[in-house]
């Protein structure tokens, strides 16, 4: 089955240390995007990529990073410069983010809660 | 920039019909789309809508009016299991994502 995969689902952290949160797609999407979501909140754009080897930021990119080194997958790193960073994060891709039609297909996200 | 207006939440009987309002302001337009999500879960695509005029799927159905700026997802004979939130979300331009409004929770009661 096509899909995106996050891991893991609820992830713990010491405030002051960096974390990496995983997404992967095998759905040949060429665009994939990471939010951020507050309870009672809409979904905000960190970043996002089009193709390999090139992201923008979102919104709200500070305190946080980005690779995409492979198609199928784009971590997220939530750096200790993110001032409030205990969030569900959510992983997307579409096809191609250009134009009018762009269904984003979401991952399960991630639960990150900063002790 | 760009806004999206909706209702916070909107409560409603099984079996009855709810509309689900959105208002948007944007630079450029490139249609709305709708989106679900239950608690605690991934949102889903539910409609898009470029053009002005009703789409139907089951009993969802999605409108837009572009010389309005707004747009409704209608949705019919309500389930327990239609409780959920749903978002309305625009493209900023033709080369940007998705921008999300901040959801209308709808609760479905027997």
């Known amino acids: 089955d096509g899909g995106i995969t996050q891991s893991p689902k609820y992830l713990f952290r010491k405030e002051g240390q960096n974390v990496t949160l995983s997404c992967e797609q095998n759905?040949?999407?060429?665009?994939m995007y990471w939010y951020r979501q507050d309870p009672g909140q809409g979904l905000r754009l960190i970043y996002y990529?089009?193709?390999?080897?090139?992201?923008q930021k979102g919104d709200i990119a500070e305190g946080y990073s980005v690779s995409r080194e492979k198609k199928e997958s784009f971590p997220l790193t939530v750096t200790s410069a993110q001032k409030n960073p205990t969030a569900f994060y959510l992983c997307?891709?579409?096809?191609?983010?250009?134009?009018?039609?762009?269904?984003?297909?979401f991952g399960p996200g991630t639960r990150l809660t900063v002790l | 920039g760009q806004s999206l207006e909706q209702p916070s939440e909107v409560t409603a009987v099984e079996g009855a019909i709810v509309q689900i309002n959105c208002t948007y302001q944007?630079?450029?337009?490139?249609?709305l789309s709708w989106y679900q999500q239950h608690d605690g879960g991934a949102p889903t695509f539910l409609s898009y809508?470029?053009?002005?005029g009703l789409e139907e799927t089951g009993r969802f159905s999605s409108f837009l009016s572009r010389s309005d700026s707004y747009g409704y997802l209608l949705l019919q004979e309500l389930q327990m299991k239609d409780s959920a939130s749903y978002f309305c979300?625009?493209?900023?331009?033709?080369?940007?994502?998705?921008?999300f409004g901040k959801g209308t929770r709808l609760s479905v009661i027997a």
């Open positions: 997307a891709s579409s096809q191609d983010y250009r134009g009018g039609y762009n269904e984003q297909f």
């Open positions: 759905l040949n999407h060429d665009a």
């Open positions: 990529s089009q193709i390999v080897n090139d992201f």
């Open positions: 944007t630079s450029g337009f490139y249609g």
């Open positions: 809508n470029a053009l002005d």
């Open positions: 979300a625009v493209p900023t331009s033709g080369n940007t994502p998705l921008v």
